[in-house]
Nanobody, 121 residues
Framework: QAQLVESGGGLVQYGGSLRLSCAAS????????VGWFRQAPGKEREVVSC????????NYAGSVKGRFTVSRDNAKNTAYLQMNSLKPEDTAVYYC???????????????WGQGTPVTEV
């Protein structure tokens, strides 16, 4: 059974850094674009970043551009989201998702992880 598992979330101080991982099992991640989304309490899920199958194309939401970096290691069947200079507004549950191509619409993705919380303190 295909699944994605996020890890790396936690408590972080203002201006701190975290690296989230998205490990795939039962799914060859290299054939899929990987999107990162987040959902803060009381807010809708929003796209944060996405990386193409080869890693040659990436995109970011304006609110995280210059602070977050998405990457992938297809040999490890894992994608990453490096988050630097974290701000209180980055507090949310972060999800990774796999789909045919990058899209800002969450409905485009076929597989989702369970989410990992990131909390600014």
């Amino acid at each position: 059974q295909a699944q994605l598992v996020e890890s790396g979330g936690g408590l972080v101080q203002y201006g701190g850094s975290l690296r989230l991982s998205c490990a795939a099992s039962g799914l060859t991640l290299q054939y899929f674009a990987v999107g990162w989304f987040r959902q803060a309490p009381g807010k809708e899920r929003e796209v944060v970043s996405c990386i193409s199958t080869s890693g040659g194309s990436t995109n970011y939401a304006g609110s995280v551009k210059g602070r977050f970096t998405v990457s992938r290691d297809n040999a490890k069947n894992t994608a990453y989201l490096q988050m630097n200079s974290l701000k209180p507004e980055d507090t949310a549950v972060y999800y990774c998702a796999a789909g045919v191509a990058c899209s800002s619409w969450y409905g485009s993705y076929d597989w989702w992880g369970q989410g990992t919380p990131v909390t600014e303190v």
